[in-house]
């Protein structure tokens, strides 16, 4: 196993921007703005042949209500760490939280080192001397915005971890990538919870809980899940803050580095307007979905009727999509939202051959001919597979520039009938069977233009001789 580093502190320390500089990445959100981070993230990083696995967390700050649900997080993350990095402020200096936050350190017993952000412009010497009463031990002092003391840190640490397994070095991701998306407060975070059966992200009753994509690694039935819970995505007008519009990006993120998207929606609220935007956005990102309608189990039946023929009007185009009504809270129908991501999963990567492919398309064409353009027919004459996550079929043929829409779906359709795909969108490609030496002038050699040339001459004559 790889050695775990969490990293523990107040708000607006540098934790994330630790995180980003341990694992080499952007993935965490970073701002000069307290209790941004909220919920545990993971990353992996390497020195040298020793790879490691962070684990950035909120910031302890002794509040009651989502700060006080924060908290439950770090504590998980201290008790799963094989080390713990105490990131304090160089520039607030010692503060009685750091103080709180030590003395609650002590007692989970773990192997910790002392580190001293914000150092940068400044001696370090003098700075570390005032975090020395926490008795700690020797205060690193290092500057994560610009790099600074980075390496030395890392050294003093995995000195003190074991090794990883070689299998782990090496150890690829081919699971099964699940993003839940949807609007905020819809209750993204509560069915992760609900999935993973422990509260391992924050879900608390309040818009915009959720700030960043978390990556969450699991097994069900012997498959490999990555659950990505995602910031909640409003209307493009109601979002005001920089920040908010950062989870928006991420949350975007996630759905094209999903396999199958998971689509939740508020049965109390309806089907917005939003709702409808963020489900095109994943359909033509071409993600397999799965449709969660959720606090199903608060509506009285007229209500249920009422949200079902809203469905079918503004969901129409998720035809090829299980839908699911579920209550993440109390857990009714969300046992079966993973048999229709493994269905939409193998959809989205099925293996199609060409003699198949092409053997439908000449029955669809038998069925159903394509229209006539200006007088002549439109030829399609054999199909192959052009892609995978969603399924492309390219179709070879003549006038293909001229094919309908409605053909188009029509053969779309087929496909889906056929080849029992469900769960994922379609794509069909058409690929004409242009004159390759179109617009090319033959160049005669001086042989071929002499000979034409007499050739002429020997026309002339003999119509002069007649």
Known sequence: MKPVIALVGRPNVGK?????????????????????????????????????????????????????????????????????????????????????????????????????????GADEVMITAEFQTLGLGEPLAIAAVHGRGISRLMDVVLAGLPEADEEDVEEEDDSIKVAIIGRPNVGKSTLVNRLLGEERVVAFDMPGTTRDSIFIPFERDDKRYTLIDTAGVRRRGKINEVIEKFSVIKALQAIEAANVVILVYDAQEGITDQDSNLAGFALDSGRAMVVAINKWDGLTPVKRDDNKREIDRKLG??????????????????????????????????????????????????????????????????????????????????????????????????????????????????????????????????????????????????????
Not at 38 to 50: E, H, I, L, Q
């Open 317 to 466: 185009f998720l035809d090829f999509a299980d839908m699911h009504f579920i209550s993440a809270l109390h857990g009714t129908g969300v046992g079966k939202l993973m048999d229709s991501v493994d269905r939409a999963y193998k959809s989205a990567m099925i293996e199609m051959a060409t003699p198949w492919l092409t053997r439908i398309l000449e029955d669809a064409v038998a069925q159903h001919q394509p229209p006539l353009v200006r007088g002549r027919r439109i030829k399609l004459r054999y199909a192959h597979q052009g892609g995978k996550n969603p399924p492309l079929i390219v179709i070879h043929g003549n006038q293909t520039q001229d094919v309908p829409e409605s053909y188009r779906r029509y053969l779309i359709n087929i496909y889906r009938k056929v080849l029992k795909i469900s769960g994922t969108p379609m794509r069909i490609e058409f690929k004409g069977g242009d004159n390759p030496f179109a617009g090319r002038k033959n160049q005669l050699t001086e042989r071929q233009v002499n000979k034409k040339k007499r050739l002429k001459d020997f026309t002339k004559r003999k119509k002069k001789k007649s």
């Open 16 to 120: 994330s921007t630790l995180f980003n500089r341990l694992t080499k990445t952007r993935d965490a959100l970073v701002a000069d703005l307290p209790g941004l981070t909220r919920d545990r993230k993971y990353g992996t990083g390497r020195v040298g042949d020793k790879p490691y696995i962070v684990v950035d967390t909120g910031g302890l700050s002794g509040q009651e209500g989502i700060d006080e649900i924060m908290a439950d997080q770090v504590h998980q993350a201290i008790q799963e760490a094989d080390m713990v990095l105490f990131v304090v402020d160089g520039h607030a200096g010692l503060t009685g939280g750091d103080e709180i936050i030590a003395k609650q350190l002590r007692a989970y017993n773990k192997p910790l080192h002392l580190v001293v952000n914000k150092t940068d």
